[in-house]
């Protein structure tokens, strides 16, 4: 959860994300044509985005192909949604007693 929270609080990050969240999957020089991230920076933020679990990166010929991986977010969802819950209930059980 740390590592995703991490990879998506930075704004170039979440933008590719973003992107890439938007298609099917997407390549470097596509992502690279996002205004203000030069190939060393994508470069550089795939791999994080990929450490956190959230992309999964597949090679054909010369091109690597970027694809987001809907169960992280799905996991991730939920493990906010239960601490979330969490702290309603207990400030509901305080406010009883």
């Known amino acids: 959860m740390e590592k995703v929270a991490k990879a998506l609080g930075d704004e170039t990050r979440l933008r590719i994300f973003e992107a890439i969240s938007g298609a099917e ?3 470097c020089g596509e992502i690279v ?3 203000g991230v030069t190939p060393a920076t994508v470069s ?3 791999k994080i985005l990929s450490e ?3 992309i999964a990166c597949r090679k054909e010929g ?3 192909y970027s694809q987001t991986v809907p ?3 799905d996991a991730y969802t939920k493990s906010l949604t239960k601490i ?3 702290k309603k209930k ?3 059980h305080g406010a009883r007693n």
């Open 84 to 86: 979330a819950t969490r």
């Open 25 to 27: 999957h997407m390549n």
């Open 90 to 92: 207990s400030r509901r």
């Open 44 to 46: 550089h933020h795939l």
């Open 62 to 64: 010369q091109f690597v």
């Open 52 to 54: 956190a679990g959230l």
């Open 33 to 35: 044509s996002l205004r």
């Open 71 to 73: 169960e992280t977010i």
